[in-house]
Each structure stands twice: as structure tokens, then as C-alpha cells.
């Protein structure tokens, strides 16, 4: 795992760690992400379009760039963080099993190409979707961008960073949440997930952020 993340650019094994997971199986592997690891796993038993294969692809893709008449000669810059995410074990919540997600912002597994509409917003960045307790609004594997200075409304889709039901941890988060925002009192939030259907609420006492999840609408806009 070291020897494939060095190669593939990443500082440290955690960039690579979650797709050496059992758990790790999303629909397709992400174009960019299936890039590195063929990079990272050259010289290997694992060839490169097998790699590419996971991603949708019979062979690796040729890297052309194709301008259209019209198109803008302004590059996008490379500077979108992407956190590392993994799928965590189900957290207890008021007698439920909750999908809960492993968010590292401290490690930044790749930067993509920033849309022109998040130009100059450094309060912005990326994951990828980890679990199927959102689907089918997002699905395991898709890229979701998080806002964390817009307060999110009722009805808008959030990750929320929890600490400790007991606060052993003082304000550690040690859980994070990717649901839907139902309700918001000044006692507690209530989240919903779709897969399966389910609404519950967490004490605010517990939650150290909300960020708004940027509707696919606003990014292509």
C-alpha cells in the first residue's frame, strides 16, 4: 500500500488506503482516481487496463484534449481539495443503525479542476460519497462538494461532524453523517436517510459542523 501510494503521488498510505478495503466497491472507479492507481501499480501484476476497466473503460483512454469552437482558453485550476472519506461501522442513534462516514480533512487525497462558478471559494471542497444510505440521491462512489460557510437549510442534503455522545473525547469529531436536513431546534437536528428510509435526531450539544451539500444545479450553473 505505501509502495502504490508513493507512486501515484500521495503523501502518505491513507491516499490509497480505502481502495485496498473489501468494503470499497462503488459502481465505477473515478476517471482521475483510476489514473493514479495504474500509475501507482505499474510494474506490477495488475495491468494498467485493468485498472481502467473498474472505471468503465475496456483499455486505458487516450489523453486528448479536444477544443470546440468557442471554448474559453482559460484553464481551470487544479486547486479543488478532495478529502479522504471511508465508510465507517453503523453508529447507535436512538436505538437505529446510522451509516456514518470517516471524513479526514487533514488529508487530501487529490485537487481537481475548480468549476468556474467556485472560482476564489476557498470555503469549498470535496468527497467522495462512501455507503448506499443516501442512494439513490447520491450513489457510493459519486463526488459531492461541501460548503462550510452557508448556513444550510431544512431540506438541504449536509455532512455533519459529531463529537462523542458522553464528550470523552472533549470536542474530537469522531463521526461524521452525510443526510438530509429535516428540522433544526436549538435541543437537536433531525437528519434523514433514504437507504433504508429513516429520520432521527442527533442533540446539538453533539454536533461540532453542518455543511451544505452544493446541489449539482448550482456547481453547473
Not at 501515484?8 to 459502481?27: E, I, L, N
Not at 489523453?63 to 465507517?88: C, H, M, N, Q, W
Not at 479542476?113 to 469549498?124: E, F, H, I, N, S
Not at 428510509?197 to 453547473?220: A, S
Amino acid at each position: 500500500m505505501a509502495a502504490v501510494s508513493k507512486a501515484a503521488g500521495y503523501k502518505t498510505p491513507s491516499g490509497v488506503q480505502r481502495y485496498f478495503s473489501m468494503d470499497y466497491d462503488p459502481p465505477v472507479l473515478p476517471l482521475e482516481i483510476a489514473r493514479k492507481l495504474a500509475t501507482g501499480f505499474d510494474g506490477s501484476a495488475i495491468n494498467r487496463d485493468e485498472i481502467f476497466s473498474l472505471a468503465g473503460f475496456p483499455s486505458e483512454p487516450e489523453g486528448k484534449t479536444v477544443k470546440f469552437e468557442g471554448a474559453s482558453d482559460v484553464r481551470l485550476a487544479r486547486d479543488l481539495p478532495i478529502y479522504g472519506t471511508a465508510l465507517g461501522s453503523p453508529r447507535e442513534i436512538e436505538g437505529e443503525a446510522i451509516e456514518q462516514t470517516f471524513l479526514d480533512e487533514s488529508t487530501v487525497i487529490e485537487y481537481l479542476p475548480r468549476p468556474t462558478v467556485l472560482q476564489g471559494r476557498a470555503d469549498v471542497y470535496g468527497f467522495y460519497i462512501q455507503g448506499s444510505s443516501m442512494a439513490p440521491r447520491f450513489e457510493e462512489g459519486e463526488l459531492g462538494f461541501a460548503e462550510t460557510k452557508r448556513p444550510p437549510r431544512v431540506g438541504d442534503d449536509v455532512v455533519v461532524f459529531l463529537a462523542g455522545p458522553d464528550h470523552h473525547d472533549g470536542d474530537r469529531v469522531n463521526a461524521v453523517l452525510i443526510k438530509r436536513l429535516v428540522r433544526r431546534t436549538a435541543q437537536y437536528i433531525e437528519l434523514e436517510q433514504f437507504n433504508p428510509v429513516k429520520t432521527f435526531r442527533v442533540e446539538v450539544c453533539r454536533v461540532k459542523h453542518v455543511h451544505r451539500v452544493l446541489p449539482w444545479r448550482e456547481i453547473l450553473s
